[in-house]
């Protein structure tokens, strides 16, 4: 599970977010990483169970992203993230694609699952498999479960226009123009001790979008 110590270092990290500080405290930052990385393990375990394209030889450790930001071209030069991300992916070890993405905050953990932001060829394929096979989609995305935990699937960033390859009049436009294809759900306490357990069974739930997903970049 995840200590409240862990959740205690980022929320000292919010009000502390500078160099001099991070290398005073950096022991607490190791103590915290290990326990998310830890806490990966334990999830990862029951990810297997859940997804059997998980990777047997996927490493926890490569799975929790840096803590560092690239704040080359942002104008918040604030150097580090005041969250833990750990990215799940479906495809081997590299990160990023079809995956599963655990965010850990105080007070904005969440779990989230899909393909977001998919670039040009991957977003051709995708939407083509949603003009196929739309029925197949909006059963799992209108399913009542489904709907309970993530919202609503069509909510998310869409095109203001009509993509070239489709006419408006298309009965599943909607889908058609959205750039993500993502879900999330809110994790209230991830210090709980069957914290992981409830997130593999939400994850559960993503399952079936992700298969949709990775069977339209075959």
């Not at 009000?15 to 990966?40: C, G, Q």
């Not at 297997?48 to 047997?56: F, H, L, N, T, W």
């Not at 929790?64 to 991300?85: E, Q």
């Not at 489904?146 to 226009?161: A, P, Y």
Request: proline share 4%; with cysteine.
């Amino acid at each position: 599970m995840i200590n409240r110590q862990t959740l205690d270092f980022l929320s000292e990290l919010v009000e502390n977010n500078n160099r001099e500080w991070f290398l005073a405290n950096k022991e607490h930052y190791e103590k915290a990483r290990e326990n998310v990385i830890e806490f990966t393990g334990e999830l990862l375990k029951l990810m297997r169970k859940v997804d059997p394209s998980i990777a047997e030889e996927l490493d926890a450790k490569k799975c929790v992203m840096r803590i560092y930001r690239d704040i080359r071209f942002s104008k918040n030069k604030t150097p580090y993230k005041n969250n833990f991300g750990i990215s799940i992916p479906t495809t081997g070890s590299k990160l990023g694609g079809v995956e599963y993405y655990l965010h850990i905050q105080p007070g904005k953990s969440f779990i989230a699952g899909g393909y977001w932001m998919p670039e040009a060829p991957h977003l051709k394929a995708i939407r083509q498999e949603i003009d196929y096979n739309a029925a197949e989609l909006k059963a799992i995305i209108d399913d009542t479960g489904f709907v309970k935990l993530f919202g609503n699937f069509r909510s998310q960033d869409q095109l203001k226009t009509v993509p070239r390859e489709y006419s408006a009049d298309n009965e599943n436009i909607e889908l058609l123009k959205l750039k993500s294809f993502i879900v999330s759900h809110q994790i209230k306490d991830m210090v709980k001790s069957d914290c992981a357990e409830y997130i593999a069974q939400v994850c559960s739930k993503i399952y079936p979008l992700n298969v949709f997903l990775k069977n339209a970049l075959v």
